[in-house]
């Protein structure tokens, strides 16, 4: 029994090739309660009718995918991204709807599904809004000067005099307006324009300024639709036990005992393990601790993350298997410098879990049509097609209805869980939900790996670096995925900004038998995480302020080798980072942290900073305090992003806000140990996480947009913990190069 | 298998299930009430909070049979002043982002300001143990103090303010 690690591409790759809306009505509550609105059967599953581009009735307006206008009026704007709490399904229809000149609250949405239309619906790599920036523009832009050529003609004025607001085209010259409604039928005769003019910046009504959630309503009343939320009629709810160690076999279990549970309907095996088909979750769960499975653990019983870390160690003295990036000689330079001007560092991150609030799962109804899934999903394309192989079925006999997901992180991209749901309706003739349990999810996650690095420096005589070597080594990621793109394992450690003649970017794959997966912002947050405290290491023993430290290496000479260096197999664009674009983050960071301020004794100021793909560009200041018993409090961070074009602010601080949490985690406590082969913290009390309580004080600015839009939602993560480092050294003098922080390194 | 008669946010509900049943997967997959989420089914997450009498309680952990001498009261209730004022200070405050573990908190938080009228931070904090992996508690905070502020102030006010960014 074994699941699959094979997956065909890198996450790049993933998620450029690559449902049911959720919420109801909601009256009542005026003012923020008035929101966006979807239609929705008793079962929470979209009646909305998806927007047809090959079909253009004469009482509807339809001259894309992502739009159509009825004869009333009502605007239907197509999300083709998944919402998992990053705010697209309002950031995305506020792009559209502004070039358009739509009136927010008669907007209704509609979830994509994959089909010929929407062939990506991949979401993750922070790139849905800008990716989906210019095609949304472009629609609402064509369908406005559709609208407006219409309005044109029946006003017998010049187009270039009308303009489009709230649903209405306006003439203000002569005070005159029609709605879009009575637009419709006369639009849609007329040509799609492929160039249409975009509106200038300052002719936006939506864009950059504050929208609220459009699923809030929704959300606090209890009607949003999760995946589990999905009720279908005549439905059954699964459990499945699954091997603890990877590729461990049933050695026995207790059918009987199991179908004795009432309420428990089935006993199933399937490739992953045994499945209790049950009349509701709770018998299921219970029929499945009563198949009491006992496991033949196989060849990983003896995995051990302690034993894994020593290995990773091990891995780091010698030169890596894989050169990222290299520059002059580093490794030359490294053995000719005298110790005295040599620094070494050796930084760990662990095996940490996703832990979305929502565990995983999937309801499928497969009948003599095809298969019917609904789910949260990251990639509604691979669950489609995974489905679809494993049932010997064609793609298009599978739909795949996106929910919205309980968090997503990069755990949703891969469904594996969907075929074991359709197999077992298959079976059972009936529409099944999945369930995994809390300790299954923590136990067959896909886990953001294990890092280790080690990083040498040599100073010239001012203290500045004239060798710069970063060995990493990893279970990679990318090696579940084809492994074809292995040297993204080093992102934030092969775009290093820093000035130095001499660079060398090393990386070796450690495998290890679990399933390794994409995490909010992966690789860079043990790779900035190394970086950044190692930089902080160099200030120091240069005896020069970080941040000035920073400033004068960020020059255009760092990046010299770039602007020649071939394209490396996976890359689609040089590595150029903006050094001026970092250094504004950075000197605004440190004048809004007021880095210059004294604090008092046991306090200290750290900073960091990265570029994120060389699209978006972060700055963070922690202020942290450490008492003599070694108590670490977080007391602020301050944030400054750069990620171009801010579509809704609210959302972006949110998700800079998000990021620092999630990144809290990952510095005080996010651990995932393995021991004899199987995840040793199967709960919340194990796996702790950060709360309420370790909420330091946010303060963030963003950078007004300069460029298109550039990702948001995993930039803020990668700084947050070398700040938090760097900040207690500055408080104690101590070094941490261990994640999480332990109070013994504070000691 | 035995019956049981519960009151739900007002209504009495009759359902037949095992007496170990907790709470949580009888709202869900019993009375199809499915705003009440499951997290983790230890109790140590929040996301099954509703409230008992008033009072947050974790319905992953309340076997059904234990749940028929209270009065529950779920995300989906109506007519609660307090909940009301959460619901319109959660939207306020843009508070939500995947919104999962939201209406576990939101039960938690208005059982909060039942007792406890004007919080001040240490006592949101030590009330508002739910985890949110998405990272809402800065928001969840301000919420609560919104909803205090607006859960004594005359009715006409509710919902009047939006907030900038």
Same mark, same amino acid.
């Given at each position: ?747 | ?52 009498? %008033? /009072?947050?309680? $974790? ?6 049979? #234990? &749940?028929?001498?209270? !009065? ?62 998405? %990272? /809402?508690?800065? $928001? ?6 919104? #909803? &205090?502020?607006?859960? !004594? ?13």
């Amino acid at each position: 029994m074994s699941m699959p690690r094979q997956h065909s591409t890198n996450r790049r790759d993933f998620l450029k090739v690559g449902g049911a809306a959720v919420g109801a009505l909601i009256i009542g509550i005026p003012s923020a309660m008035a929101a966006p609105l979807r239609r929705l059967d008793e079962n929470g599953v979209s009646t909305d009718t998806p927007v047809d581009a090959t079909h253009n009735a004469d009482d509807t307006f339809t001259p894309n995918e992502f739009l159509r206008i009825e004869a009333t009026g009502a605007v239907t704007i197509t999300v083709a991204r998944s919402e998992m709490g990053q705010g697209v399904r309002t950031a995305l229809p506020m792009i559209l709807a502004d070039e358009l000149g739509a009136d927010w609250n008669r907007i209704t949405l509609v979830q994509a599904s994959p089909s010929a239309t929407f062939k990506s619906l991949s979401t993750g790599g922070s790139m849905s809004v800008s990716d989906m920036y210019q095609p949304l523009r472009l629609a609402g832009a064509a369908a406005r000067e559709m609208l407006v050529a219409a309005a044109a003609t029946q006003l017998a004025v010049p187009a270039s005099e009308l303009r489009t607001k709230d649903g209405m085209v306006v003439h203000s010259a002569s005070n005159r307006s029609l709605t879009f409604a009575s637009l419709v039928g006369a639009a849609s005769k007329l040509p799609v324009p492929q160039t249409p003019l975009f509106k200038e910046p300052d002719e936006y009504t939506f864009i950059g300024k504050a929208q609220r959630r459009i699923d809030g309503p929704d959300i606090v009343t209890g009607k949003a639709r999760y995946g589990l939320d999905v009720r279908v009629p005549g439905m059954t709810f699964a459990a499945i036990a699954m091997p603890p160690v990877q590729d461990g076999k049933v050695a026995s279990f207790n059918r009987a005992a199991a179908l004795a549970v009432v309420g428990v309907r089935a006993v199933v095996e399937l490739p992953r393990g045994i499945a209790i088909v049950a009349d509701n979750t709770w018998a299921a769960f219970k029929g499945r601790t009563a198949l009491a499975v006992t496991w033949s653990d196989g060849e990983h019983a003896a995995f051990d993350s302690t034993q894994f870390r020593a290995k990773l160690r091990a891995t780091t003295a010698k030169s890596g298997t894989i050169i990222a990036r290299t520059a002059g000689d580093a490794d030359q330079t490294l053995a000719s410098t005298i110790a005295t001007r040599r620094i070494s560092a050796t930084y760990e991150s662990p095996f940490q879990a996703h832990a979305t609030m929502e565990p995983q799962n999937c309801t499928a109804h497969v009948s003599a049509n095809g298969c019917e899934l609904w789910l949260g999903t990251q990639e509604p394309g691979d669950a489609q097609q995974t489905v679809a192989r494993t049932l010997g079925l064609k793609p298009e006999q599978v739909k795949v209805n996106v929910t919205l997901l309980g968090g997503g992180f990069g755990r949703r991209i891969v469904n594996e869980y969907a075929s074991d749901a359709a197999l077992l309706s298959k079976q059972t003739g009936k529409p099944v939900q999945l369930v995994w349990s809390r300790p299954d999810d923590f136990a067959h996650d896909m886990y953001q790996p294990m890092f280790v690095a080690k990083l040498d420096a040599a100073l010239d005589k001012y203290g500045k670096p004239v060798a710069w070597r970063h060995r990493i080594a990893s279970p990679a990621v990318t090696a579940g995925f084809g492994g074809v793109a292995m040297e993204a394992e080093t992102l934030g450690a092969r775009d290093f900004p820093y000035a130095s003649p001499n660079i060398r970017i090393e990386y070796t794959h450690v495998p290890a038998p679990m399933a390794m997966g994409w995490w909010r912002a992966i690789q860079f947050v043990p790779n900035i995480f190394a970086r950044e405290c190692f930089i902080d290491e160099l200030a120091a023993a240069s005896k020069t302020d970080p941040l000035e430290y920073r400033l004068q290496l960020l020059n255009e000479q760092s990046q010299a080798d770039f602007a020649t260096a071939p394209l490396k197999p996976g890359q689609t664009t040089r590595e150029h980072v903006s050094v001026d674009r970092l250094r504004e983050v950075l000197l605004l960071a440190a004048k809004k942290a007021a880095w210059n301020v004294p604090l008092a004794k046991g306090h200290g100021r750290g900073i960091a900073c990265l570029s994120y793909d060389n699209r978006s560009y972060v700055a963070q200041v922690a202020d942290v305090e450490v008492t003599k018993s070694g108590q670490l409090r977080v007391n602020k961070i301050t944030t400054v992003l750069d990620a171009g074009l801010v579509i809704n602010p609210l959302g972006i601080v949110a998700q800079v806000e998000g990021g620092i949490v999630w990144a809290l985690t990952a510095a005080l406590y996010g651990d995932m140990r393995f021991e004899k082969g199987r995840a040793a913290r199967t709960s919340f009390a194990q796996y702790r996480v950060a709360a309420m309580r370790d909420m330091p004080v946010m303060e963030t600015h963003l950078i007004p947009g300069k460029f298109a839009p550039s990702g948001a939602g995993e930039p803020p993560v990668p700084a947050v913990a070398p700040a938090i480092a760097n900040a207690i050294f500055a408080a104690t003098g101590k070094r941490v190069r261990s994640l999480p922080i332990s109070a013994a390194s504070l000691l | 298998m035995p019956r049981y008669s519960l009151s739900v946010n007002g209504k009495p509900q009759r359902v037949t299930a095992d007496a170990d049943t907790p709470l949580l997967w009888v709202l869900r997959d019993h009375l199809g009430m499915t705003g009440t989420k499951y997290g983790c089914g230890a109790g140590q997450c929040g996301a099954c909070t509703v409230q008992l009498n %008033g /009072t947050a309680t $974790r319905s992953c952990q309340l076997p059904v049979s #234990a &749940a028929t001498t209270f !009065k529950i009261a779920t995300i989906e209730s109506t007519g609660d002043a307090i909940l009301d004022a959460c619901r319109t200070a959660w939207l306020e405050e843009d508070v939500a982002q995947c919104g999962y573990c939201q209406a576990g908190v939101i039960m938690t938080s208005a059982a909060l300001l039942r007792t406890t009228p004007s919080p001040t931070d240490a006592q949101i904090d030590t009330a508002i143990t739910n985890i949110c992996r998405c %990272g /809402t508690y800065p $928001r969840i905070k301000r919420a609560i103090k919104r #909803a &205090a502020v607006l859960a !004594k102030a005359p009715k006409a006010s509710v919902g009047s303010e939006g907030r900038e960014s």
